[in-house]
């Protein structure tokens, strides 16, 4: 019966966390054929949150409002791609971006070697 009147309190708690936020949103893509990534990881240097791409390659990603004046970086991590940085504009807090990574080479296969019976 204690836990019931803890239930109210925590509730306007999460509320007033929610107001004090704002939403960094894009999609990331293949720089070469424009196909969506999915499940990258996207974070902005200096934050400790960060956000998966969906199957389209499109994140949604919550920001505590005290950004400030301070200049941080949106970083897109995918496996078989460089790693992705573009500074963080204001403007991106409202409008999508796309965000399109480039692939890191392959070199030529490894020679076989053939060992004899």
Avoid: W
């Amino acid at each position: 019966m204690r836990i019931r009147p803890l239930i109210l309190p925590v509730m306007l708690l999460a509320g007033v966390v929610a107001v004090g936020q704002d939403m960094v949103q894009g999609c990331v893509v293949d720089r070469t054929n424009k196909e969506a990534l999915p499940f990258g990881k996207v974070s902005i240097q200096g934050v400790a949150d960060s956000a998966i791409t969906d199957v389209h390659g499109c994140f949604q990603l919550h920001l505590p409002s005290e950004l400030g004046k301070q200049r941080y970086k949106l970083v897109v991590a995918y496996s078989g791609f460089e790693r992705y940085s573009s500074p963080l504009r204001r403007k991106d807090l409202r409008q999508g971006r796309v965000h399109r990574l480039t692939r890191i080479p392959i070199g030529p296969d490894p020679p076989v070697i053939k060992f004899k019976d």
